[in-house]
């Protein structure tokens, strides 16, 4: 194997392995604000992994330019997303969960 | 590198295999997240599942006209997201 592909393959296990942690936090975890917590950063960086490992298959080419303008983009919009959701469940009064003994939980 | 060994080739289709697992089981918060934020949340990752398996079979295959598709999938995503946020909530800003 060249350097190159022994990239891609760690790059695509380090994405899968990110990926599993967003959907095992995200069925696991108890309230909204850490479900979202979960989604924009363990998800973020599964696909941006994932998408670094695509466009190093490409070679020195256009697609990889459009891979990793893919990526940027991801890597900008995915926690924005997550973040402008779970404000807008804020402003809703949402209550978020907590351990505290004397909270009304 | 135009000709992906077929190792490299199985490992890109395996890991597009193993992103529409995790967007299947995700589909249990999308079904039974109690507020309707966390399905969206939900929804969102199985968004972005999605275009990362675009792109991943894109290099597989050697179709580099897969990653348009991708492109035009995440910028639907993120509108989808920013629209139900601000459209549940009567709010001047967006973000």
Redesign the interface.
């Known amino acids: 194997m060249t350097p190159v592909e022994i990239a891609i393959v760690a790059l695509a296990a380090g994405g899968v392995f990110f990926g599993v942690v967003a959907a095992v936090g995200v069925l696991r975890l108890p309230d909204l604000y850490t479900r979202s917590h979960a989604a924009s950063k363990s998800d973020t960086l599964g696909a941006v992994l994932t998408l670094g490992a695509a466009a190093l298959t490409f070679g020195a080419d256009v697609p990889t330019a459009k891979t990793v303008l893919l990526l940027l983009f991801m890597f900008l919009t995915n926690p924005t997303a997550a973040h402008a959701i779970t404000r807008a469940a804020y402003d809703q009064e949402i209550e978020p969960w907590t351990t505290d003994e004397e909270g009304d939980a | 590198?135009?000709e992906?060994?077929p190792?490299?080739s199985d490992?890109?289709i395996g890991?597009a295999g193993?992103?529409a697992v995790?967007a299947v089981?995700?589909l249990?918060?999308v079904a039974s997240?109690p507020?309707m934020?966390?399905r969206?949340?939900?929804v969102?990752?199985i968004g972005?599942?999605t275009?990362?398996i675009i792109?991943?079979l894109?290099?597989?295959f050697g179709e580099?006209g897969f990653?348009?598709v991708?492109?035009i999938y995440?910028?639907l995503?993120?509108l989808m997201?920013?629209a139900?946020?601000?459209f549940?909530?009567e709010?001047g800003g967006?973000?």
Do not use: E, H, W
Request: proline share 2%; charged share 10%; no cysteine.
């Open positions: 590198m135009s992906l060994t190792l490299v490992v890109l890991a193993a992103f995790l089981v995700v249990y918060r997240g507020t934020q966390d969206v949340i939900a969102n990752i972005s599942n275009v990362v792109a991943l894109a290099a597989a580099p990653l348009d991708a492109l995440a910028l995503n993120f997201s920013i139900i946020s601000k549940t909530v709010r967006i973000i």
